[in-house]
């Protein structure tokens, strides 16, 4: 069976980095694949695959990791009021989708879809 877990930002807007990184990972190492609203900071995606290379084992191979972005328009109003969003919400807009490695294969990404493609698992409990 294949597990979709949301994380909605509220959940980590409160959580330092470090605290972020450990609760998505403690996730991905359960075998779900996580749907999170919004995405991480540069930084934090930096961390995130950091503290995935320290863990990785025989049965952890690693993560996969993909986020969607809404286009915005280049107009100034534009990118005045994304700005000022940004600067009260934090990174709210979009999607970031996470797994483990021996569940997803390959996630496609285009500007308006993720295809996620998983590992055929039958046979496995």
Do not use: H
């Amino acid at each position: 069976m294949l597990t979709l877990q949301y994380v909605p930002s509220d959940e980590l807007i409160n959580l330092d980095s470090e605290r972020k990184v450990g609760k998505l990972l403690k996730i991905i190492k359960q075998d779900k694949i996580v749907l999170m609203e919004g995405r991480l900071s540069s930084k934090e995606e930096a961390e995130l695959i950091e503290k995935t290379m320290e863990e990785i084992d025989r049965k952890f191979k690693g993560i996969e990791i993909a986020s969607l972005e809404p286009q915005i328009k280049k107009d100034f109003a534009s990118v005045l009021r994304d700005s000022i969003f940004k600067m009260f919400f934090g990174n709210k807009r979009g999607m970031t989708v996470m797994g483990p490695a021996n569940i997803i294969k390959e996630i496609k990404k285009d500007p308006n879809k993720l295809q996620l493609y998983t590992s055929n698992r039958r046979g496995r409990k």
